[in-house]
Nanobody, 124 residues
Framework: VQLQASGGGLVQAGGSLRLSCAAS????????MGWFRQDPGKERESVAA????????YYADSVKGRFTISRDNAKNTVYLQMNSLKPEDTAVYYCAAVSRDSGSYYNKYEYDYWGQGTQVTVSS
């Protein structure tokens, strides 16, 4: 599986961005998909994740109520709609995929495939 993230950019605090992650491969619809982010010098942290069916998505506490993850299996794409952005949301955002559903969506070590990252910068 190859993942290509896009949609990052520079936005003012309070603004919105939508990230996309396009996946190659036949089995996309069976994969758990996650979004992670990383600031330089910090650990990569989980942001959101979604099962193959799209039910019961996972969100980190820091983004609940502001971010929405969704997927379109017909387009092999997962999205992250980010609203009410804050300067602390500034990071490189990565999408990730794993074929098995262990339920540990927040755990970066569960994921087998990673995209290249897209920079999100939120100015105050």
């Amino acid at each position: 599986v190859q993942l290509q993230a896009s949609g990052g950019g520079l936005v003012q605090a309070g603004g919105s961005l939508r990230l996309s992650c396009a996946a190659s491969g036949r089995a996309f619809s069976s994969y758990v998909m996650g979004w992670f982010r990383q600031d330089p010098g910090k650990e990569r942290e989980s942001v959101a994740a979604i099962s193959w069916s799209g039910g019961s998505p996972y969100y980190a506490d820091s983004v609940k109520g502001r971010f929405t993850i969704s997927r379109d299996n017909a387009k092999n794409t997962v999205y992250l709609q980010m609203n009410s952005l804050k300067p602390e949301d500034t990071a490189v955002y990565y999408c990730a995929a794993v074929s098995r559903d262990s339920g540990s969506y927040y755990n970066k070590y569960e994921y087998d495939y990673w995209g290249q990252g897209t920079q999100v910068t939120v100015s105050s």
